[in-house]
């Protein structure tokens, strides 16, 4: 399978690997860079995965610096973009005890400092933006394909559980300026910035952070209010879907994949007695059997420790029962902007959760599933983002015609 192609004994280093590599394809990485850096780290040991990803993310960045130096823009512009995903992938397993550690802090702003070093030496309209929330503001940029300020088209970038709104550059961001569209990206409660700047967490009544986002959309002359997509990004499928619950003033959703109880990622290969545990509130023991389950695998580490972070909670068994909260039941009916579902046939996070909200939809949507013989069956389609891009670029010509 094309989760295990990099590291055969850890889908986690596998995968997020394949995640960073992706992003060749709108300059956040060199394939044999990426393998070239990959080579040098044993699977599992995360300290090799921080200091070899920031080698290579200095390397491009000091070599984005010179280019600059001599007026070369274009390799300018292309090196700080790799260096910002290398950073972004160096810091991905610096979850023990973030607010405390210099490292993780550092590495992350080198990542947003070398995005908006790229973004200055783009060709597109770069701005950076704060918009209002609830007596605060969440951070994010608006980028539009000229400076004219007629409306266009927009897409709304809104990440998941571990995405960074410099990310969402690789994600869609690139692709939807190539196609003549703004693009509006924002670190929501959680996620980069607003969660590492801010302590600002998750919460499952997400229409209290879409609804914010779009009315600053509609402050913006160059928004089309008649040409507006909300684009979800893996957990961003289910806070989407539960903003667009009450959130109507977008012409098209697009679910990257679609979710509809993101607590099942959690449950998923849980065995009955411990759920028991964890509903009947024996925390102790809870977290004694979560705490070895960490020992043994990358991936339930990474999940848990990013989860009690992101989302502001003590504990493991605390966690699970948060991430219950998350859930469209008795919602999903509500949702009336036309949807597209994506859904990747091999995902390791999330399966079945596309067909089971669709399964509650009762607007129009379109279901689209990616297999492995186009490389676009992992979680989000890592990997296969010009045939991914084609899919949504086309439903979007049909709904925002």
Not at 356 to 366: I, S
């Given at each position: 399978m094309l989760i295990d192609h990099f590291f055969k004994s850890n889908a986690c280093f596998s995968y997020e690997t394949l995640r960073a590599a992706g992003y060749s394809n709108y300059g956040g990485a060199d394939l044999g860079e990426v393998i070239a850096i990959t080579s040098k780290i044993r699977a599992g040991n995360e300290d090799d995965w921080l200091v070899e990803w920031k080698k290579a993310a200095d390397r491009a960045f000091t070599s984005a610096e010179q280019s600059a130096s001599v007026n070369n823009t274009v390799s300018a512009h292309e090196g700080y973009l790799r260096a910002s995903n290398y950073y972004r992938t160096a810091e991905f397993f610096c979850r023990d005890d973030y607010d405390n550690d210099e490292t993780a802090q550092l590495v992350y702003e080198r990542s947003e400092t070398a995005f908006e070093e790229a973004m200055k030496l783009s060709v597109y309209r770069y701005e950076p933006i704060k918009i209002p929330y609830q007596g605060t503001t969440l951070p994010g940029y608006f980028v539009s394909p000229t400076g004219t300020g007629s409306p266009r088209r927009t897409i709304i970038f809104n990440g998941g559980y571990d995405s960074t709104s410099s990310e969402a550059w690789f994600a869609i961001g690139a692709a939807a300026l190539a196609r003549?569209?703004?693009?509006?990206?924002?670190?929501?409660?959680?996620?980069?910035?607003?969660?590492?700047?801010?302590?600002?967490?998750?919460?499952?009544?997400?229409?209290?952070?879409?609804?914010?986002?779009?009315?600053?959309?509609?402050?913006?002359?160059?928004?089309?209010?008649?040409?507006?997509?909300?684009f979800g990004w893996s957990m961003g499928g289910y806070l989407v879907a539960r903003g667009a619950t009450q959130e109507h003033r977008a012409q098209a959703i697009i679910l990257d994949d679609g979710v509809y109880d993101f607590g099942s990622a959690f449950r998923a290969n849980q065995p009955s007695f411990v759920q028991r545990l964890v509903q009947n509130e024996y925390d102790g023991l809870s977290n004694f059997i979560f705490g070895c389950a960490q020992s043994l695998d990358t991936g339930v580490r990474w999940a848990l420790r990013n989860g009690k972070w992101t989302f502001g909670v003590a504990s493991e068994a605390e966690l699970m029962r948060t991430v219950n909260l998350y859930t469209l039941e008795g919602l999903a009916q509500k949702i009336v902007s036309a949807c597209l579902v994506l859904d990747a046939e091999n995902d390791h996070f999330l399966k079945g959760q596309?067909?089971?909200?669709?399964?509650?939809?009762?607007?129009?949507?379109?279901?689209?599933?990616?297999?492995a013989d186009e490389g676009g069956d992992t979680h989000c389609h890592q990997g296969a983002f010009f045939r991914l891009h084609q899919v949504i670029f086309d439903f979007l010509a049909r709904r925002l015609a």
């Open positions: 003549g569209y703004n693009f509006l990206a924002f670190d929501g409660p959680g996620q980069g910035a607003a969660v590492r700047r801010q302590h600002l967490y998750f919460r499952p009544d997400w229409e209290n952070v879409l609804t914010p986002v779009v009315d600053f959309a509609l402050t913006r002359k160059e928004v089309d209010p008649n040409a507006i997509a909300i596309p067909e089971l909200l669709c399964n509650h939809l009762k607007c129009e949507y379109e279901f689209v599933s990616l297999g």
